[in-house]
């Protein structure tokens, strides 16, 4: 045995010097061994003899295009190109392109000095010329096009995230490039095509630091505007709601309070740990702080995007084990209006509907876990109604008194009414399917 282990010891260590690329000792070759198709060996063969055989494959990390060879119609011609990226052996990573000619590919173009990791390729068609291609590098962003056989740089730029969405509405996908500033927040910058050139927006600071973000995608109000929709937690448990839109070439930033009417303009009392941001972006915003960590979504599904305002009289406080409700608001362009009244349980991920006129009424608190949410009468501190999730391996004995109002693929969700029938706070069993709604 011992003797087996020394000759794989010596195949191992002799392959690691044999040039083969095949066999590199780098960690991601190792993680991902080149087997190749008939047409990447091709590739590989034609990189050879240009390159020589000293040199690591690279692989995007995340997305649809995770090979070192991705095959697509860079120039628009009608024939597809091959990019390679690869590394020789230092800390940068290069492309080249390659076209096929009769049976074999021939490389007809490189480009070196791209530093880090490849995190992400993507395409996206930002005008009528064709598709771009953008590529999220370790630390930063870059928008190409590939003409007349050379890969011309349009954009690069420091980037912490990215997402290529059509936020003007216009037909044609823009890139979102967020990326640290040095006072901990995020600046976003918007790469779009005005029909003849790539132009980039002045960035805008939003208020939370990258790694805080929780939720970002595009959809519209009910008003028909693009909105690219982003929350955040910008303290420990205070959470913010903004929207980003491109307007006249420009990025321009939303917050709540720019739909939302508010009659008290700052709260009168400031005290008990309450936070106060004075100037700025806040002043009436901060009312539209919260406690809870919701996100914008079609909540209705009327194909529109809600965005979520919690119900309280003060500015947002420190994290407390208090839950509080929710109102989901759509904007039509005039004023907006209620669609939505519940809470929201993201621990066992899910939200649950109650009247609105529960908010003044009403207080809801997590039972002898985050499993079980309890309602209780404000005054009376009468409880009303039970909410309850079950893995479906426990035993369910203890909720035979209780109502099963849905289900998922692991846990039961069950409710209990407390409420007498003719009580203002009685809601018919048989109706609480509909007041779950699943992350």
């Known amino acids: 045995m011992k003797k087996l282990f020394m000759l794989f010891a010596i195949l191992a260590l002799s392959l690691s010097f044999s ?49 070192a060879f991705i095959f697509k119609d860079l120039d628009n011609d009608g024939t597809e190109e091959a990019m390679a990226f690869y590394s020789l052996l230092d800390d940068s990573t290069r492309i080249n392109i390659l076209k096929k000619e ?4 021939v490389s007809v173009y490189e480009a070196a000095g791209f530093y880090g990791e490849i995190e992400k390729v993507e395409f996206a068609e930002m005008d009528e010329k064709g598709e771009a291609i953008i590529i999220k590098w370790e630390q930063e962003a870059g928008i190409y096009r590939y003409e007349s056989e050379r890969l011309e740089s349009l954009y690069r730029a420091s980037c912490e995230g990215m ?7 216009d037909g044609f996908e823009d890139v979102v490039v967020l990326s640290g500033n040095p006072i901990g927040k995020t600046n976003v910058n918007i790469a779009y095509s005005n029909g003849k050139d790539l132009c980039i927006t002045e960035s805008i600071s939003i208020n939370a630091g990258y790694d805080n973000i929780y939720s970002k995608h595009v959809g519209k109000l009910s008003d028909g505007e693009t909105f690219y929709f982003i929350d955040s937690e910008i303290y420990e448990g205070v959470y913010l709601t903004e929207m980003v839109a491109l307007e006249e070439d420009r990025a321009k930033r939303y917050f709540a309070a720019d739909f939302v009417e508010y009659e008290d303009e700052e709260p009168e009392d400031e005290s008990d740990g309450v936070i106060v941001i004075v100037g700025g972006d806040y002043g009436k915003r901060g009312i539209f702080l919260r ?10 599904n009327d194909g529109f995007v809600e965005f979520p305002v919690e119900y309280r009289e003060d ?31 993201n621990e066992e991920g899910y939200l649950f509907s109650v009247p609105e006129s529960w908010n003044e009424k009403v207080t809801v608190s997590f039972g002898t876990s985050t499993e079980e949410l309890v309602f209780k009468e404000t005054r009376s501190g009468k409880v009303i109604l039970e909410v309850c ?10 909720y035979e008194d209780y109502i099963l109002s849905a289900e998922d693929e692991t846990k039961n969700y069950y409710v209990k009414v407390f409420a007498e029938p003719e009580s203002e706070f009685y809601i018919v069993p048989e109706t609480f399917e509909k007041n779950f709604i699943f992350k």
């Open 19 to 67: 040039g083969c690329t095949f066999f590199e000792t780098d960690t991601e070759a190792l993680m991902r061994p080149p087997v190749f198709t008939e047409e990447q060996e091709k590739l590989n063969k034609a990189l050879t003899e240009v390159i020589g055989e000293s040199y690591v494959l690279k692989y995007p990390q995340t997305g649809e295009m995770n090979s």
């Open 102 to 105: 009769g049976e074999n590919w």
């Open 163 to 169: 997402d290529i969405v059509d936020i003007n509405g």
């Open 291 to 300: 406690n809870t960590k919701a996100e914008c979504m079609d909540i209705n």
């Open 315 to 345: 500015y947002a406080q420190d994290a407390s084990d208090d839950i509080f409700f929710i109102q989901y608001m759509s904007y039509d362009g005039i004023e907006a209006e209620t669609v939505w009244n519940g809470i929201v349980n």
């Open 389 to 398: 999730s079950v893995m479906k391996s426990d035993y369910q004995d203890k």
